[in-house]
């Protein structure tokens, strides 16, 4: 088993900033990529942010600029960066992980975090 757990969400101002971070532990052989999603009420969720075990980056067209994701791999944590913040980030925001158990398991991508809200409002 995998788990995720997401810190750092809360109540922002527009224009602020806010950094999540996304720890994850368990039966983890490898991980070749962790990413942030978001769902706003009423909304499908989606992809803000994606990083590769080898560095590459992946953003959502609405965040290019202002977020920026990065790992600290050898503590399996992912952490997103966000500034500029506007309120239509508000969202609950999910960490997900590609996930190798063993050596010769496949990567499973059906590993997600509990969610963080981010509230940007004045």
């Known amino acids: 088993q995998v788990q995720l757990v997401e810190s750092g969400g ?12 996304c720890a994850a532990s ?20 989606e992809l803000a942010a994606a990083i590769s075990s080898g560095g590459s980056t992946n953003y959502a067209d609405s965040v290019k600029g202002r977020f ?16 500029s913040l506007k309120p239509e980030d508000t969202a609950v ?11 010769t398991s496949r990567y499973e991508y059906d590993n997600w975090g509990q969610g963080t809200q981010v509230t940007v409002s004045s």
């Open 10 to 21: 809360g109540l922002v101002q527009p224009g602020g900033s806010l950094r999540l971070s």
């Open 26 to 45: 368990g039966s983890i052989f490898s991980i070749n990529a962790m990413g942030w999603y978001r769902q706003a009420p009423g909304k499908q969720r």
């Open 68 to 83: 920026t994701i990065s790992t600290d791999n050898a503590k399996n944590t992912v952490y997103l960066q966000m500034n």
């Open 93 to 103: 925001y999910y960490c997900n992980a590609g996930v190798k158990t063993s050596r």
